[in-house]
């Protein structure tokens, strides 16, 4: 075997990252790969030189592709074809993957736009997929699943280079970015071309490091146990390639303004983490993978949620929705006479929604959000106005200033409140199977405590009296604002309507990563067979049968999914155990305003609270030439629940003028009464055993909501953590279906 002089000296040089892990190859391999790299490096400069002229790199291309050929068919006539040829006949290496790296350097030469993710894809495949292919044969890979691993990586390497070099592309003029997609965001060539930092260039730069995110995930589950130990070297370029990626990110993904590259120290840690887990882990353990294909029922937060952790894991989603648009319960629409955007009710997320603050980064929503930071709310009852403001103190310091400053507390209440937070700090956990009310009393809370502060805070978070209450839920509430930090007492308000707050950005995803979304696509059956959920069924005629899917996952309200389960099955008796708790929302509009707050809590009062929407929504979606308000009934009584719209209103506003006497100044110039009788579940303390875990009773059939055993009480944050630990669930279990279980257990050479 010659000496590779030519081959050392070229990828020496390069400083590459995917060069940086052949050191941990066997020698034969080691020099195989220098080599192998060193022809990639070549005709890549080629395409990249700003010496040579358009003719003179077409020129060295042709070189390369007739090169190539000889070392097939004759001898080749460079120093570096020779030893390419050697590596080739070795390891008995593809003329056409050669070429279609060559192919690949090409386009870079030839092709400056790439009109959407198909000719990117192909693009890809060239650049790195082909260079992963030949790789794997020099590692001697020899399961089938291998060569989809190496494409999945080497598309996920090929999108970083994208993200990371848009700078230096823009040098040659090239913009490698799907121009359909760029058209969706609203970007123009000459906004990348002159580097011209905006909000949208960030959000559309966050949907590809996503996208990027996903193959790398989804080349992890392309790993079979036989080929493991081979793909050492990969593995080590992934972890290098995934730091890359994830420091893109910390920049706020502006690469316009940051050169992201990683310095040694961070590269060390990438490979030690690679070789730690290499030395110490279980090579012959099977996988869950590979990716498995997931078809969920229902866009609401908890659907959207398990789409976009199964994403994230590299899995392929399919979302049907039965609504055009996306949200649920939670959801929105066009109310006709004003032309304005109402939700399905006033929702109000607080700081402590972890998992839906999460969500909201992972599809980056943020800018639609309001934050009340630190806590400022103001109540209204006979006595006047009164506001529980936290300030900005360390927690617990913070609560216990605002009760302190609370005037409708007297120094007594505060006492009584303090030992309260005291026992739950000390994780005192109230009585199995006991409400709000009884727990309150026990623990000795006054009338003035549990009317101002304590019912309030149950009814908007439970959707239920005190009396009907479960106290096991209202204590995961009270520990989840009171053990937390300061921030997680802010409140957070949606500043569109709820359809209207991921459901672009989710499209956009779900396409980007191989998925699929449907709207207006109904389910109307479930069939089942023993232990099994053969198919799903829809209005429109659409069928998913378990033969080409994984698993399904049921992300609809109870009382619809229990409608279609089989009449003997327990999931359906839990669901028709559950039931439902309404909230009314009176949107009204004014002449005038009369708050300055964003939200006030009424006290005494059948009306919860009132929500100026000009102060919490954007203003574009404010046309209508009146002020905007909606007042809650949160678990009306039946008298008021079978109200028309008309006495609804006459109730609500003279609560309005009642307890904010500014209001009579103003004319109520009209209303809409939305009824949503099944906002959500009744959880009384006897009905908790009926929320059911994710996992059921047939092996392929999983599922979400807020319904469902979250430990949490029916809101968003227990939506988006149930759709979370469904996928997460899902991602843990081995594929199921026949078509994804014949490329893992097939054996055969690559």
Known sequence: MNSPLIGQTVTSKSKSNLALSFFCLPKEQRWAMTVFYAFCRVIDDIADSTVLSPHEKKEGILFWKKEVEKIYYSVPSSPLGKELSQVVHKWNLSQEMLQEIILGVEMDIEKRRYKNFDELSLYCYRVAGAVGLVSIEIFGCRHALSKDYALALGTAFQLTNILRDVPKDSSFGRIYFPLDELEIHGITEEEILSLRWSPKIRDFFRLQYFRAKHYFAKSSKLIHPLDKPKLLAAEIMSSVYKAILEKIKTKQFDVFHHSIRLNKAQKLASILKVLFKHAFGTDSTLPSGPPKKVVILGGGFSGVS??????????????????????????????????????????????????????????????????????????????????????????????????????????????????????????????????????????????????????????????????????????????????????????????????????????????????????????????????????????????????????????????????????????????????????????????RPFTDQPVIGFLDSPVQWLFSRNLIMDKELLSFPFYSYVAVISAPPKNILSLNSKEVEKIIWKEVNRLIPRSIESKLCGSFLFKSLGATPKFDPTSLKYRPPVQTEWKNFVIAGDWTNTGLPATIEGAVLSGTKAAQFIDSLTPLSKSTLAGFCTEKTV
């Open 306 to 591: 398990a789409a976009l952790e199964l994403i994230s894991l590299g899995h392929e989603v399919i979302l049907l929705e039965s609504k055009s648009k996306l949200g649920g319960r939670a959801g929105s629409f066009l109310e006709p006479q004003t032309k304005q955007i109402i939700d399905t009710g006033q929702h109000i997320m607080m700081g402590c929604y972890h998992h839906t603050l999460e969500f909201v980064e992972k599809i980056g929503i943020s800018s639609k959000l309001l934050w009340i930071d630190p806590l400022k709310l103001s109540f209204a009852s006979e006595k006047g106005s009164s506001v529980l403001s936290a300030g900005n103190l360390p927690a617990p310091f913070h609560l216990l200033v605002a009760l302190l400053r609370y005037s409708e507390l007297s120094v007594s209440d505060w006492l009584k409140a303090f030992f309260f937070l005291l026992s739950i700090i000390l994780r005192e956990k109230p009585f199995e199977e006991e409400s709000v009310s009884d727990w309150l009393r026990r623990k000795k809370q006054s009338v003035a405590l549990i009317r101002s502060l304590w019912e309030p805070l149950c009814v908007a978070a439970l959707n239920l009296s005190i009396e009907k209450a479960s106290a096991e839920l209202f204590y995961s509430v009270l520990k989840k604002t009171i053990l937390g930090k300061r921030k997680d007492l802010s409140l957070i308000f949606s500043r569109v309507g709820l359809s209207e707050l991921f459901s672009n950005e989710f499209e956009r995803v779900i396409n980007a990563c191989g998925g699929k979304l449907f709207f207006r696509t109904s389910v109307c059956s479930l069939e089942f067979e023993e232990n099994y959920l053969k198919s799903i069924k829809t209005v429109d005629g659409k069928e998913f049968a378990s033969d080409s899917v994984d698993y399904f996952l049921s992300a609809l309200p109870w009382h619809i999914l229990g409608s279609l389960l089989p009449k003997e099955s327990s999931l359906r008796k839990n669901c028709e155990s559950i039931e439902q708790s309404p909230i009314l929302s009176l949107y009204f509009w004014v002449d």
